[in-house]
């Protein structure tokens, strides 16, 4: 069991180091578009204390234990997630994604949900299958706590959006047409 923790951590700790090769910028701010919450709850002392660098700067309680055991049992974190995970906007209108949560995360559109780019993670939830494409650009769909993205013009239709890092966090958008 510890070393599938260490495991974890790792995977984590690459991630966040991948990461670090380049990050989201903030949005300009147009106050009427739909927001999705980026949302953990991670116990900075835990994370830090596994060696996820950075591991967390956020007020959340959950220890990096316990979700590492949620994970196990459940293969996703409840407290680990977009907000909403389902929405819809009107074709033109922005779509935002802020970062409230102590972790980097990312929004990320994906053709399929399924497994993340940290590959010690899929193992651990036991997803398979290619990675996404968007693992090419993983540095730069990096989102750093308190950071907003901004997209705009995206085409009508749906749109599935995952965390890489944590490929259970999942968000759908719905884009209707004028």
Do not use: Y
């Not at 979700?67 to 906007?89: A, C, M, Y």
């Not at 993670?121 to 968007?134: F, H, M, Q």
Request: proline residues 6%.
């Amino acid at each position: 069991m510890r070393s599938t923790r260490l495991t974890a951590a790792g995977a984590i700790t690459a991630a966040v180091v991948l990461g670090l090769a380049g990050t989201a910028t903030a949005h300009g701010g147009d106050d009427d578009a739909e927001t999705i919450r980026i949302q953990d709850d991670c116990d900075p002392k835990t994370f830090i204390d596994a060696g996820v660098p950075g591991g967390c700067v956020g007020d959340g309680d959950t220890t990096f234990e316990e979700l590492f055991e949620e994970l196990v049992e459940d293969g996703e974190h409840g407290k680990w997630r977009f907000h909403p995970d389902e929405t819809d906007i009107e074709h033109g209108e922005a779509l935002h994604a802020h970062n409230e949560g102590g972790e980097l995360h990312t929004f990320t559109e994906v053709d399929a949900f399924g497994p993340g780019c940290v590959p010690d993670i899929n193992a651990l939830l036991g997803l398979d299958g290619p990675l996404p494409a968007a693992c090419a650009e993983f540095g730069a769909e990096i989102m750093p706590p308190g950071v907003t993205i901004e997209l705009v013009n995206l085409t009508a239709g749906v749109h599935k959006f995952m965390c890489l890092i944590h490929p259970w966090m999942t968000s759908t958008v719905e884009v209707e047409d004028d």
